[in-house]
């Protein structure tokens, strides 16, 4: 795949987002600004604009308030040729065009952009669910097979929940089956991703600065060739719950630090690096798999970060072919510098650049 550059970004009733157009040049581009003016809600929208898809919660909750749909728009440059990405969101369902044409989710370039977010440090102190989500995410948009094989799965869970919780014992038999080929399907995928995930966010941890070793293991509620197996054996315990307990939908990506578990013992600045590293690792894996690095979107570069890891990110973004890096402060080498307040950005000329 070719290099995806995002030209110009449009927003309407997004979040705080006044109406807008926004150019960005390749290279850094910097946004700054005090603390509440739209900095995230702007790389929110670009992320979603490339990709289709939205790190927050709910779909609703990227909506002005007060009204009932929001738009984005990305301009973007592929392969040469420029195409119009645009997303449409109402209450709880969300539209995609390429070039005015309706597409599904997939049909977006899937290697298009990484988000790194202060809230990433989720990642390491949050549940379970928020690792597998990370998983979940990286790989669905490494192979477009992991992402379908995944909503198949997901559906069959919730279908086979729904037989357990009426007590359908014999129900339960039609479900194994297609469950137990679709989770070994996971399972294997994720086998394969996760050394190479391991080894990428481990380089980048002692890059960083980290001087405990970083450990990134897949923990596995089932055994890919005994999982049909594995779910009889718990039938019983399975319809007292109404839950499917075991597959790929209960595993975690347990993350250690100097054979420590992270969410446990890491500080908070270990922590928060751990999760660089492990967006790093998405950004490389993204890298490898389409041959051209993806459009890096840096939020809030300053955020409990020393020195060292600052000058990391300030590093990476320029390393790439784009990038848009927010905070209070300016970061400094960037192509353009955009001043944002209360949810619009004013380029900063040559001329301005100093004084504010
Ligand atoms: N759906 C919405 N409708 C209206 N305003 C919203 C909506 N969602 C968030 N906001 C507002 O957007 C504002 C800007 O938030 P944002 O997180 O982008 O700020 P920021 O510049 O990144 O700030 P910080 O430096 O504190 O991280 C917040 O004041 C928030 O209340």
């Known amino acids: 795949m070719s290099r995806v550059r995002l030209c110009k970004l449009s927003t309407l009733n997004y979040r705080n987002l006044s109406p807008d157009t926004l150019d960005f040049p390749a290279g850094v581009t910097g946004v700054w600004g005090e603390n509440g003016a739209g900095k995230t809600n702007l790389l929110e ?37 420029l195409s119009v990405q645009e997303v449409g969101i109402g209450r709880g369902k969300r539209q995609l065009k390429v070039d005015g044409v309706r597409t599904r989710n997939g049909d977006l370039p899937r290697g298009s952009a990484v988000l790194f977010r202060p809230e990433d440090s989720e990642l390491v102190f949050g549940a379970p669910s928020q690792r597998r989500g990370y998983l979940d995410s990286l790989l669905s948009r490494l192979s477009a097979r992991y992402a379908e094989q995944l909503s198949r799965y997901e559906r069959t869970v919730s279908q086979r929940n729904a037989a357990l919780r009426e007590g359908q014992d014999w129900a339960l038999d039609v479900w ?66 109404g839950l499917t307990l075991t597959g790929p939908h209960r595993d975690d990506l347990a993350l250690s630090l100097g054979d420590m578990s992270a969410g446990t013992y890491a500080s908070r600045g270990e922590g928060r690096t751990a999760a660089l590293a492990l967006r790093y690792a998405e950004m490389q894996l993204l890298t490898e798999r389409f ?9 809030d570069w300053t955020a409990e970060l020393d020195p060292q890891r600052r000058q990391f990110l300030l590093d990476l973004a ?39």
């Open 176 to 241: 194994d089956e297609p469950l137990g080929t679709l989770g070994r399907g996971i399972m294997e995928f994720r086998q394969r991703a996760a050394g190479r995930l391991e080894e990428l966010a481990q380089g980048a941890n002692a890059e960083l600065g980290s001087r405990k070793t970083l450990r990134v293991q897949l923990t596995e509620s089932a055994d890919p060739e005994r999982y049909v197996e594995q779910l009889r054996a718990r039938r019983a315990e399975e319809l007292a719950r």
């Open 318 to 356: 320029a390393s790439v072919p784009q990038a848009i890096v927010t905070g209070t402060e300016r970061p400094p080498g960037a192509a353009l510098l955009l001043h944002a307040a209360a949810g619009r950005f004013s380029p900063l000329t040559e001329g301005n650049r100093d004084g504010r």
């Open 291 to 299: 041959g051209e690095p993806p459009v890096l979107l840096i939020d």
């Open 45 to 81: 929208a670009a992320y979603l604009a490339l990709t289709g898809r939205t790190e927050a919660g709910r779909l609703e909750e990227l909506i002005l308030a007060g009204q009932t749909e929001a738009y984005v728009r990305a301009d973007v440059l592929e392969s040469g040729s």
